[in-house]
């Protein structure tokens, strides 16, 4: 069974930078295209980022240039670097993979604001 445990949010000002980490278990890990998702106030959970297995990226608009997908695969976890954040980058932020299924984890809160 897939498990994912997200942290790293919190609340920063605009301009800002934050590192998310993602702890995968449950999957094999380095054949994995994972991605990371959100969902903003009185929204649905939109697609951030992808990085497959064989490290291509694919990033939305909103974010390309200043967010940055990695993967470490000896710790089973995905990282998302933002730079530059701003307030409509305030959301929660949850991990998967590129198709998941029923289960997700909790996510972390990322305020932007001053």
């Known amino acids: 069974q897939v498990q994912l445990v997200e942290s790293g949010g919190g609340l920063v000002q605009p301009g800002g930078s934050l590192r998310l980490s993602c702890a995968a278990s449950?999957?094999?890990?380095?054949?994995?295209?994972m991605a990371w998702y959100r969902r903003a106030p009185g929204k649905e959970r939109e697609l951030v980022t992808i990085q497959t297995a064989t490290y291509n990226t694919y990033y939305a608009d909103s974010v390309k240039g200043r967010f940055t997908i990695s993967r470490d695969n000896a710790k089973n976890t995905v990282y998302l670097n933002m730079n530059s954040l701003k307030p409509e980058d305030t959301a929660i932020y949850y991990c998967?993979?590129?198709?998941?299924?029923?289960?997700w984890g909790q996510g972390t809160q990322v305020t932007v604001s001053s």
């Open positions: 998967n993979t590129d198709r998941p299924g029923g289960t």
């Open positions: 449950g999957i094999i890990f380095s054949i994995t295209n």
